[in-house]
């Protein structure tokens, strides 16, 4: 009989963009994927390990699950993801209504093992690999809008942040082949979507060896570009140390390349970069801020920061501020360090910031950037921008919502307009998330 799958994804966007992997590979095997977690025979977490707060939502949800497996007894309940990379064996251990552990280079394998855990079985399989890219699977779009896309172009990464557990539970970094990322795209335009996101940890080292010369990542996003002006391709993360100008100019020869870069800064003092291995100064970053302003000048900047890492005094969070206040972000995620274990700074430093100080200086930086944001925005009132229709707003359905270049979501009167197209909006007001704006004619 079929077998029914419900999938549940935590963390980044990569984990969501394996989570389609795994659709896929199940799918193939006659599984079905359910929305309905209460019909389903498996149920499979795909987890994150990024702060320890995120693996305690893991551990809760587990014990949830527990209440619902006793109304259902088929239920078997698997771990997939960086938090089965990393707490393989204490899994299996501790959590007896896990059945299974899956690593994120070990998806494949998920057939085989559903078929044991059926028998009755426990397995684990967290081998790491040094080229799986799952670069020939198409990923089955299971809970799509149908518009825009995540396109995993890389796996993995090896800058090893000092701070950061993504290198140990990821593995290697290692490219996907240009011809499967193209193709994935065109496929995807095709069947009406109109944005892809091209992700990896780092996308400015995505690098392809071949016979007919080298494809880096300028060149692949100008070829999935190609695919047509109506498909716009967004990217993420940069960072920082590779952002190179030749980046910035191919963004500039192509309108449907986004205007939107995310450069995660983490810190603004040059101590903390130095001590998180950041291989950059804060003035090698703001360099990089003048080449976006310069070659993009209508580019949105977004970001990431960690308030309160191993050593930071009052002063390095006073630089963070000054960095914020000089670069204006139009968005920001704002976390307090998280000690992880097996990082470096596990292994080397000590996590000597009170936790209410952590707090407080959290605070701070979100409070500034809840006014930057809300000034950025307010400039935008009275531009017009082309904007991407993505859905129904969440407040009225007799609104629409979409994206501009810059990511920005604006909202305005639906009339006889359609997601997935195109419309002109005027913006009209704002708040600090969010534009508000009327529908014009081509300007
Ligand atoms: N590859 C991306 C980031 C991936 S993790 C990059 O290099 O920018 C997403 C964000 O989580 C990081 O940018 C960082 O700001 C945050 N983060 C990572 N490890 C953390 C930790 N131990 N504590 C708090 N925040 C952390
Ligand atoms: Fe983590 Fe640094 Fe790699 Fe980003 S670049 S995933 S922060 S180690
Ligand atoms: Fe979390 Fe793993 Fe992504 S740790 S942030 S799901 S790479």
Redesign the pocket.
Same mark, same amino acid.
């Given at each position: 009989m079929e077998k029914n799958v419900y999938i549940e994804t935590y963390g980044?966007q990569m984990n969501f963009a394996d989570s389609e992997i795994v659709g896929a590979i199940l799918t193939q095997e006659g599984y079905k994927l359910t929305k309905s977690i209460d019909e389903s025979d498996f149920v499979l977490i795909n987890t994150c390990s990024?702060?320890?707060n995120a693996e305690q939502r893991i551990h809760k949800r587990l014990r949830e699950l527990r209440a619902l497996q006793t109304r259902h007894p088929q239920l078997r309940i698997g771990i997939l993801g960086c938090m089965a990379e990393r707490l393989q064996h204490q899994l299996m251990e501790q959590e007896d209504n896990v059945s299974f552990v899956v690593g994120p280079d070990a998806y494949r394998k998920l057939p085989v093992m559903l078929a044991q855990v059926s028998a009755g079985s426990r397995v684990a399989e967290t081998e790491l690999s040094t080229e799986e890219t799952y670069g020939d699977i198409e990923p089955v779009r299971y809970d799509s809008n149908g518009i825009t896309a995540y396109i995993s172009i890389m796996r993995g990464?090896q800058?090893f942040?000092a701070?950061?557990?993504?290198p140990y539970t990821r593995g290697r970094e290692r490219s996907r082949d240009p011809q499967t990322i193209v193709g994935e795209a065109r496929s995807l335009y095709e069947q009406g979507y109109r944005e892809v996101t091209l992700l990896?940890?780092?996308v400015n080292s995505y690098r392809w060896h071949s016979g007919e010369g080298d494809v880096d990542f300028p060149q692949l996003m100008a070829r999935v570009a190609e695919v047509s002006p109506l498909l716009r391709v967004r990217f #993420?993360?940069?960072?920082p140390k590779d952002l190179s100008d030749s980046l910035l100019q191919t963004m500039a020869a192509y309108p449907n390349i986004c205007r939107c870069i995310?450069?995660?800064v983490?810190s603004g003092s040059a101590t903390m970069l130095k001590r998180m291995n950041r291989h950059y100064t804060p003035e090698w970053y703001l360099n990089r801020i003048d080449a976006i302003r310069h070659y993009l000048p209508d580019c949105s900047i977004t970001t990431?920061?960690?308030a309160g890492?191993c050593g930071e005094t009052e002063e390095d969070h006073r630089a963070t501020l000054e960095m914020f206040r000089k670069v204006r972000y139009d968005y920001a995620?704002m976390?307090?360090?998280?000690?992880?274990p097996d990082?470096y #700074?596990a292994k080397h430093l000590a996590d000597d910031v009170p936790d209410d100080v952590k707090t407080h200086r959290l605070e701070e930086i979100i409070a500034l950037q809840g006014e930057v944001a809300l000034e950025n925005n307010r400039k935008e009132i009275g531009k017009t921008f082309e904007v991407l229709i993505e859905g129904a707003s969440h407040r009225s359905d007799k609104q629409l919502f979409g994206r501009n270049s810059q990511n920005k979501v604006i909202v305005f009167d639906r009339g006889s307009l359609q997601p997935g197209t195109y419309a002109y909006v005027k913006v009209t007001g704002c708040t600090s998330a969010t534009l508000l704006g009327e529908v014009v004619d081509k300007p």
């Open positions: 980044c990024i702060r320890d990464c800058n942040c701070y950061c557990v993504v990896g940890q780092n #993420a993360t940069s960072h995310h450069l995660p983490q990431d920061v960690i890492f995620y976390f307090k360090f998280s000690m992880r990082t #700074a």
